[in-house]
């Protein structure tokens, strides 16, 4: 079973990139990695997913490193409605549980 | 409108009345699961099926049952609610795919207050 590690908090600037790591030592082969966002009293929302090496999309980037024990979850010029949780999961191998990390609150400040 | 739908949104109940929390999707996908968030413990699954009958436990299955009698209800029971069990509960859905599961949808939560 694939533990997460992430950082409990972070703070940033209107406008800087964020970048969040998340450590996952014992993720399996199958495994996917995929960052969701939550804000105060509403369900997690997919935010990006990958399997190795680099994803892009319109909101962010996550790197892999080739030994997939870790990931990060780079959000670009962020603005205050970034402010958010942001969780790191693993898993997704059909028949794997999931397991999210603990979660990083980011606060973007103006 | 694809979605994941939860009932009830908010419920107070009293330790040891049975309740059921349901959960359907729209988007006939495969995989439902529930978790529980508890402030400082993050989001944790419960229980998970990956298709009609087929269920699985989670990292804290223990006071729940679940059942899968049709693809698009995942129904969340609580026999003997304990107050351990005051939380707020996410249902999610997913389609699988070859290598494992697409995104999940989540839905809008459920904040349980056992007394």
């Known amino acids: 079973l694939a533990k997460t590690t992430q950082p409990i908090s972070m703070d940033s600037y209107e406008g800087q990139e964020v970048n969040i790591t998340c450590s996952h030592n014992?993720?399996?082969?199958?495994?996917?990695i995929t960052w969701y966002q939550q804000f105060p009293s509403q369900g997690p929302r997919f935010i990006i997913q990958?399997?190795?090496t680099k994803v892009t999309n319109e909101v962010a980037s996550l790197f892999i490193p080739a030994d997939r024990k870790s990931s990060t979850l780079s959000l670009p010029r962020v603005s205050l409605s970034d402010t958010a949780v942001y969780y790191c999961l693993v898993g997704g191998a059909a028949g794997n549980k999931l397991t999210f990390g603990g979660g990083t609150r980011v606060l973007v400040k103006p | 409108e694809a979605q994941v739908t939860q009932n009830p949104r908010y419920l107070i109940t009293v330790t040891g009345k049975k309740l059921t929390v349901t959960c359907s999707q729209n988007m006939n996908h495969e995989y439902m699961s529930w978790y529980r968030q508890d402030p400082g413990l993050g989001l944790r699954q419960i229980y998970y099926s990956m298709n009609v009958e087929v269920t699985d436990k989670g990292d804290v299955p223990e006071g729940y049952k679940v059942s899968r009698k049709e693809k698009r209800n995942f129904p969340l029971i609580l026999e003997s609610p304990s107050p351990n069990q005051t939380s707020l509960y996410f249902c999610?859905?997913?389609?699988?795919?070859?290598?494992?599961?697409?995104?999940?949808?989540f839905g809008p939560g459920t904040r349980l207050l056992v007394l």
């Open positions: 990958g399997y190795k």
């Open positions: 999610a859905s997913s389609s699988l795919r070859d290598r494992g599961l697409e995104t999940q949808y």
């Open positions: 014992n993720i399996a082969t199958n495994d996917y």
